[in-house]
């Protein structure tokens, strides 16, 4: 199993452009989750999912949107991107419900200028 | 979910033992305690989980206070790839699964 895959690992965006993050797990979760961690700071909560067909916002979902058609697959995307989304974001699956052991993809580098 | 504190900073020997602590004061009687590390640039790797007794796996080993208001884990025999930050999570049984990252213990260890 590949476990959680995320592309790009790099990125630069303009001030105003937009883009997909891509997040693909193989482990067939159904709880998919989106986090962003700012430098020196603990991860933040953007979206998540506990099914295809299902998302809820996080702590931090302005300026960001999601879907979920299949369960491998949980992109966010970018609509407008602001200098404050410079961070760095991971995705996340778990399995089911009451089960925190969360597996995390490697992240994605985005700056904002 | 109750809060967790923990210290910002540890230094440990490699070879040694490396305690790691976190208060949950405000823990309720259905909450699990989760244990993550974050080494460098990588995502968060689950290490360890428990709700009331000691839990020991490969990587680590889990303290629970008979009270559940602080836990310690144990990484028994610190190497230098334990670098890295440690989060004590507690959270309950809901049904999204989020966890909420607080700023961890970052962990050092020296030669």
């Known amino acids: 199993n590949a476990g959680v895959t995320q592309t790009p690992k790099f990125r630069i965006l303009k001030i105003g452009q937009s883009m997909t993050l891509q997040c693909t797990q193989d482990?067939?979760?159904?709880?998919m989750y989106w986090y962003r961690q700012d430098p020196g700071m603990g991860l933040k909560l953007i979206y998540y999912s506990v099914g295809a067909g299902i998302t809820d916002k996080g702590e931090v979902p302005n300026g960001y949107n999601v879907s979920r058609s299949t369960t491998e697959d949980f992109p966010l995307r970018l609509e407008l991107a602001a200098p404050s989304q410079t961070s760095v974001y991971f995705c996340a699956s778990s399995y089911s419900k009451g089960n925190y052991e969360q597996y995390f993809g490697p992240g994605t580098r985005l700056t904002v200028t | 979910d109750a809060k967790t504190t923990q210290p910002p900073s540890m230094d440990c020997a490699e070879g040694r033992a490396a305690n790691l602590p976190c208060n949950h004061s405000t823990i309720s009687g259905n909450e699990y305690v989760y244990w993550y590390r974050q080494i460098h640039s990588q995502g968060p790797q689950y290490i360890i989980h428990g709700l009331k007794n000691n839990e020991t796996n490969e990587m680590a080993s889990l303290i629970i206070t008979e009270d559940r208001k602080s836990s310690t884990l144990i990484l028994p025999h610190a190497t230098l790839r334990d670098t890295a930050v440690y989060y004590c999570i507690v959270h309950g049984s809901s049904n999204t699964g989020k966890l909420i990252f607080g700023q961890g213990t970052t962990l050092q260890v020296k030669p």
């Open positions: 482990m067939n979760h159904n709880y």
